[in-house]
């Protein structure tokens, strides 16, 4: 299992606060409003796709089961196949937090 460290959760952490403005104890919250789970997805899709960290690794750095990160993964996969802007935001993200890998 390829834990997520530290210092690529608050890279990750960090991007998406700053794209949706929302706070990182927004993402780790159990607060389920979409403007603050979509952000929360999109986290847990570019985690996974920069660091190969496993869905339960992601769950535990943010306080959510394997079945909500992959929920949340598959959800934000298919707004990528569907809304060429939202796919834009989200490449735009990966970019930023690859820098600071």
Known sequence: ?????????IAVERAICRHFDVTEKDLRSRR????I????QVAFYVAHKLTGASLK????????????VRWGIN???NLIDTD???????????KEVAACL
């Open 37 to 40: 789970a979509r952000p929360r």
């Open 57 to 68: 690794a992601l769950g535990n750095a943010f306080g959510k089961d394997d079945g909500t």
């Open 84 to 94: 060429a802007r939202f796919r834009l935001v989200v490449e735009s993200i990966e």
């Open 1 to 9: 299992m390829r834990v997520l460290l530290k210092s690529e959760r």
């Open 32 to 35: 389920r409003p979409l403007v």
């Open 75 to 77: 959800t934000i996969t």
